[in-house]
C-alpha cells in the first residue's frame, strides 16, 4: 500500500451509473483471460456473449434459469441453488458478481433492472471473493 502525505492510501473501489458500469466491463472482458460471472441478470450475460468467446469462463446462472447452447459453447456452466439478495431501498435486489484476476464487479439488479454496479479493486479482498466463486461453483447444480 502507496504512502501518500505521510499516510497509507489505497483505492479500494469504484460505484458506477449503470451505462457506464456496462462499459467498464466491456472493457476488462476484452482485455482479460480468465472470467468468472455469478448470478447476474440474463439480459446482460446476453449482451456480453459475443467478448467471452475464448475466454477461461464459468458461469453461475441465477436461480430458476436454464443452460443454452450458446452458453455451453462458451465454457462451463451451473445454476445456483441459492438466492444472494440484498435490502436495497425497501426491495429485495439480486447480487451478483463478474470476476477477473485483480477487480470483481459486483451488480445489484431486479428483475432485469440493473440498481447498481460497484467494483472491488483492493488485491486482498478481491482473492477472497474470488475464492468465494469457488464455493459457489461446488455447489452449484452443473
Known amino acids: 500500500m502507496p504512502i501518500v502525505e505521510g499516510r497509507y492510501e489505497a483505492k479500494i473501489g469504484t460505484?458506477?451509473?449503470?451505462?457506464?458500469?456496462?462499459?467498464?466491463?466491456?472493457?476488462?472482458?476484452?482485455?482479460?483471460r480468465s472470467i468468472r460471472i455469478n448470478n447476474i441478470p440474463m439480459n446482460l450475460l446476453k449482451e456480453l456473449i459475443p467478448l467471452l468467446e475464448s475466454k477461461d469462463l464459468k458461469i453461475i446462472l441465477p436461480m430458476g434459469e436454464k443452460k443454452t447452447e450458446n452458453l455451453t459453447k462458451l465454457g462451463e456452466i451451473a445454476i445456483t441453488k441459492s438466492r444472494l439478495y440484498h435490502q436495497y431501498n425497501d426491495e429485495e435486489a439480486n447480487v451478483g458478481s463478474i470476476s477477473f484476476s485483480d477487480m470483481i464487479f459486483n451488480i445489484s439488479w431486479i428483475d432485469d433492472r440493473i440498481i447498481e454496479i460497484s467494483t472491488m479493486e483492493y488485491s486482498k479482498c478481491v482473492k477472497c471473493m474470488r475464492a468465494t466463486f469457488d464455493t459457489a461453483w461446488r455447489y452449484a447444480q452443473k
Not at 15 to 32: L, N, P, Q, V
Open 15 to 32: 460505484t458506477y451509473r449503470t451505462d457506464r458500469g456496462i462499459e467498464e466491463i466491456k472493457k476488462k472482458i476484452k482485455k482479460s
